[in-house]
């Protein structure tokens, strides 16, 4: 079963606009990961928020973590064309809540930067 | 460094025939996973590993069996194949301290199509 589910599916804004994107899961966890993946390749490790950190930056990427909503926000400053793709966010369960050792994904939202 | 590889890129299949796909990863990473993904969907775990000679199931193990005999390798094998089986399939790899799983590396998908 999923655990994060992202919202919007799609989401299409105009190059320099900055495009946010969030993620909301149901179970306790130890991180939450976010990926990108552009058609047809692999996925593309992007940015890592533990359970007791709020905020996190790298680069244009700025995460947010709000534990006590069980959801997440993906924030990509001054868009480029080269940002279309779609991104998935993916939660490593807590030990507590019996979680496999594997990360669980939403479904993803497909972002276009239209030139 | 090569990072996580598969073999082959692309393969049809026909209603029970059977078939291994290869992961091979060069970066001494103790888990590795397999994952597919439907159109539409996100990631899905087949079967993970959490060190050479172990394997446990994932969310959608059923018609799928792997084996880790060697640390940089994880074989995903189809016994009978099925059209349900038509997916495209990543391999990961990833390090772990204690209980929390860091960032996985993905390899570049292998399309798989039964007829």
């Known amino acids: 079963s999923q655990q994060g589910e992202e919202d919007p599916q799609a989401l299409s804004i105009q190059e320099g606009e900055n495009a946010t994107m969030n993620c909301s899961y149901k179970t306790s966890i130890n991180n939450l990961q976010w990926y990108r993946q552009n058609s047809g390749r692999g996925l593309v490790h992007l940015i890592l928020?533990?359970?007791?950190?709020r905020e996190k930056h790298s680069g244009r990427l700025r995460v947010t973590l709000d534990t006590s909503k069980k959801s997440s926000s993906l924030l990509i400053t001054a868009s480029r064309a080269a940002d279309t793709a779609s991104y998935f966010c993916a939660t490593q369960q807590g030990f507590a809540g019996g979680g496999a050792d594997g990360l669980t994904f939403g479904k993803g939202t497909h972002l276009i930067i239209q030139p | 460094n090569a990072g996580v590889t598969q073999t082959p890129k692309f393969r049809v299949l026909k209603t029970g025939q059977s078939m291994t796909l290869l992961c091979a990863q060069d970066m001494n990473h103790e888990y590795m996973y397999w994952y597919r993904q439907d159109p539409g969907m996100g990631l899905r775990l087949i079967h993970y590993s959490v060190g050479e000679g172990t394997t446990a199931k994932g969310e959608v193990p059923d018609g799928y069996n792997v084996s880790r005999l060697k640390k940089q390798n994880f074989l995903l094998g189809l016994e009978s194949a099925a059209p349900s089986q038509t997916s495209v399939y990543f391999c990961?790899?990833?390090?772990?301290?204690?209980?929390?799983?860091?960032?996985?590396?993905f390899g570049p998908g292998t399309r798989l199509t039964v007829t």
């Open positions: 928020i533990r359970s007791n950190e």
């Open positions: 990961a790899s990833s390090t772990r301290y204690r209980q929390e799983t860091y960032e996985q590396y």
